[in-house]
């Protein structure tokens, strides 16, 4: 406990270093927000400022602290919440001061509280509207702050219209200090992390694809670490994770990169909803791609003897799509248009391949002992070299699991292992015991393949859909990819 | 435009009447902060209150709308960091004004702007760490503010003392003011709303799995029009959807859940972290019903012909799933443990008639011509109503299909319909030319059907391991049951 104390400064320091090294942008972003402030504070720190603006600094700090964010359309669309907020509870509260002041005083109280609770109520049941959450809720937070602000100063203060007056322009300072620190001094643009995340996904897909088929594949008798596989299966996981889980992050990247004024020189808008609707198309792409994954994890597996049959056309099948899937990203990276003329043919071949393996091995669905036995004889024949044998393969495998299952079961308290064994769990028993067709998990995995190919059509339909939309470059040969 | 612009009061009126009825808490919700802030007002408004606190009313204003959230965890969590934030920052900048006073006042303004300027830059970029990002990003917003606050005031202002002291009063009123709202009228629960969303969550999961089980075996010859099929679809895809998107969200809540006294009395922690542990377990057996339901949406379909077949066993599979997954949903729902036994047997049955009726039919996956014609001609023997044969079905599909392309492309811009000519998307093509197995789809769909058995026991160890973490009550016989 002690040790674990003494060491949080350095590891702590060790992750911030890690961190700023991650994405350099950070850092500048913290220096960026620093200056603007420091900035600020001169209005208050420099006499002659602070005669002007001064007694009203407090506004424009808590104005950076606030809109200044990472993004430069992040910046913007605060900014501009912030702004809008301000003026219509300003007009709000004039109009409502203009009503009041044809009331007595005694009424006038009454009356500015009634409001308060009016707006009040109004306000925050609007920031449950999806529409006003996702665009506009940081503006009504302000709007309702301000127009609080101003209708109580106007109760006791006179002249309301220099406390607006000096707040509007305070709030217009820091938000010009932010805008100027956000969109000329060293930009991020959500638009780029948007186009990059798009780009980082496709290739994250290609990799796991890649690595799943050449796992379902290895040998894993044959000196694979236990510690290796586990890393490689992290990174696949990741892979997948980071596609799956992008929808929030996707919407919030587009909807400020929509803020950004840097892509629509041309007249007409970046078509950034695209990325989003392309995310989606991966993200179904993804589903398949981690039911492929499951064929893995599957409680049931074909025999590697019957998969070795099939490696290579699967392989070949696999490694177009990834080989697509890649090109993808590169054309998308490269903001040039998709040419997919080279890749229908090879995966046109590799699919006819896969058709005619599977047709040639017809006895395989059968699912009898036979069908294993003469897979057996005929793997027997075609390598001589002494690998393990099929009824071998399929104890140890069996024997792995129920040795898992043991160290499971023994971690847990006494109080679930009683009841466990009371019940041993009811599908995995009955799923073993069972003989099913063993072929029918590789019949699957083959499936899933195929129906990847299918689904990969929509993601090159959407993403020449998104290259038509942004004018990207057509394609120029090969000289121009990385 | 105009008919489009003068209804829009009325359809904004029906929305918001609308998200107010599917779930009043929000209207409840609005009257809170409503209420909240008219108190403070009072606090301004009242003459002999107003001597006391008045002038920094305005503070407290800011503490309601900012703190009081929607349920009482996130309330908690907020004000706890804005307290924590408050006072950090107080002490932080005593010690700073402590060391500033040292200094002359030429060299204080230089070290009271280097001072705003570190602390911006360490603050802004601490709230990158991902643990500080997730559990006070608030308060480090609070830090900071505060702090510059404080420091910039006491270069001006003699006692800087008194302003801390008012302050720290006019916050912990606002803030006193939100937990009262909270935790005390009508208040809403993260760890409630938690808990029924993942009751939720497992119902979905059953009504898709059996909507999806029962269209893929569905004659859809038979008068089902196009719309039903497309809301059921619709349907589908909102269970899935909601239970695949539901990282984010489970994660907030848990995390607001662990700031909530209400389920902790028995002085251990309610285990809310076992809540998005299996929420992540749910999205795994998702993707596999994903996966299931894209057999449905595949290019290559197994005949219906070859379908009936199998569909009693498959049937009889996808009800047990679900008649477990809906008696997790009960159980959960009711707090009370989950008693599995009933369920295996039923589901063992299931898989073995599964199994058998595979096997019954060796010859179903030659997919060649001849086991087409064979099964052709079983279906006739067997029913002998006069359904539409297999050569019809499958012309049938394929033209709906090639329709369907024709229409999309006819939609599409003539810059791309030129390159569409050239080059017909290749992979689909390539797909219908082959002559796969027909019966590899349905071998895809029957594994993915004890695959999604085999991650059911990984769900209901889940669900089990939160009974047992969270003392659920034992089950007690059917009559609890709702």
């Known amino acids: 406990m002690m040790i674990k104390f003494r060491k949080l400064p350095a590891s702590a320091c060790k992750t911030l270093w890690k961190m700023g090294r991650e994405d350099p942008r950070r850092v500048i972003h913290g220096l960026k927000v620093a200056a603007a402030l420091t900035i600020v504070s001169f209005l208050y720190l420099l006499e002659p400022l602070f005669e002007g603006f001064g007694k009203n600094a407090m506004l424009a700090f808590m104005t950076v602290v606030v809109v200044l964010e990472f993004t430069a359309g992040a910046t913007l669309c605060k900014g501009f919440?912030?702004?809008?907020?301000?003026?219509?509870?300003?007009?709000?509260?004039?109009?409502?001061?203009?009503?009041?002041?044809?009331?007595?005083?005694?009424?006038?109280?009454?009356?500015?509280?009634?409001?308060?609770?009016?707006?009040?109520?109004?306000?925050?049941?609007?920031?449950?509207?999806?529409?006003?959450?996702?665009?506009?809720?940081?503006?009504?937070?302000?709007?309702?702050?301000?127009?609080?602000?101003?209708?109580?100063?106007?109760?006791?203060?006179?002249?309301?219209?220099?406390?607006?007056?000096?707040?509007?322009?305070?709030?217009?300072?820091?938000?010009?200090?932010?805008?100027?620190?956000?969109?000329?001094?060293?930009?991020?643009?959500s638009g780029e992390d948007l186009h990059s995340s798009t780009v980082c996904k496709l290739e994250q897909l290609a990799r796991s694809i890649e690595a799943c088929v050449s796992d379902y594949f290895k040998d894993k008798d044959i000196g694979v670490k236990e510690e290796e596989a586990e890393t490689s299966r992290n990174l696949l996981y990741r892979g997948y994770r980071e596609v799956l889980d992008s929808k929030s992050s996707d919407e919030t990247l587009a909807h400020f990169a929509s803020w950004e004024p840097r892509f629509s020189r041309n007249c007409h808008k970046y078509p950034w909803h695209l990325y989003v609707k392309l995310g989606g198309v991966l993200r179904r792409f993804g589903y398949v791609a981690v039911a492929l994954h499951g064929c893995l994890e599957s409680e049931i597996q074909t025999p590697r003897s019957i998969r070795y049959i099939f490696q290579d056309p699967c392989t070949q099948v696999a490694t177009e799509v990834t080989k697509a899937l890649t090109e993808l990203a590169t054309s998308l990276k490269n903001r040039r248009r998709f040419c997919p003329d080279m890749l229908s043919d090879h995966l046109h071949k590799a699919l006819q391949d896969l058709d005619t393996a599977i047709k040639s091995q017809p006895r395989l669905f059968l699912g009898s002992k036979s069908a294993n036995n003469m897979l057996v004889n005929w793997k027997n024949d075609k390598e001589t070299s002494p690998r393990v044998t099929l009824p071998s393969v399929k104890s140890d495998i069996s024997a792995i699991l129920s040795e898992l299952r043991h160290k499971k079961i023994a971690k847990r308290s006494k109080d679930s292992e009683e009841r466990k064994q009371?019940?041993?769990?009811?599908?995995?028993?009955?799923?073993?015991?069972?003989?099913?067709?063993?072929?029918?998990?590789?019949?699957?995995?083959?499936?899933?393949?195929?129906?990847?190919?299918?689904?990969?059509?929509?993601?090159?339909?959407?993403?020449?859909?998104?290259?038509?939309?942004?004018?990207?470059?057509?394609?120029?040969?090969?000289?121009?990819?990385v």
């Open 81 to 189: 919440n912030r702004g809008l907020g301000t003026l219509c509870a300003s007009s709000l509260a004039f109009f409502i001061e203009f009503v009041a002041e044809k009331t007595g005083q005694k009424c006038r109280a009454a009356f500015v509280g009634a409001s308060v609770f009016v707006i009040g109520f109004m306000a925050t049941y609007l920031r449950f509207v999806p529409y006003i959450k996702k665009n506009c809720d940081y503006g009504v937070l302000i709007f309702l702050l301000t127009f609080i602000l101003i209708t109580l100063s106007s109760y006791r203060v006179e002249n309301v219209l220099n406390i607006v007056r000096e707040r509007l322009y305070t709030i217009g300072i820091g938000c010009s200090i932010c805008l100027l620190m956000s969109l000329l001094i060293l930009p991020n643009w």
């Open 422 to 481: 009371l019940r041993p769990t009811p599908s995995k028993l009955a799923i073993k015991s069972l003989e099913f067709s063993e072929a029918l998990p590789f019949a699957s995995f083959a499936s899933l393949l195929v129906e990847m190919v299918a689904r990969l059509d929509l993601v090159i339909e959407q993403v020449e859909e998104l290259g038509n939309a942004a004018n990207f470059k057509e394609f120029q040969g090969k000289d121009d990819v």
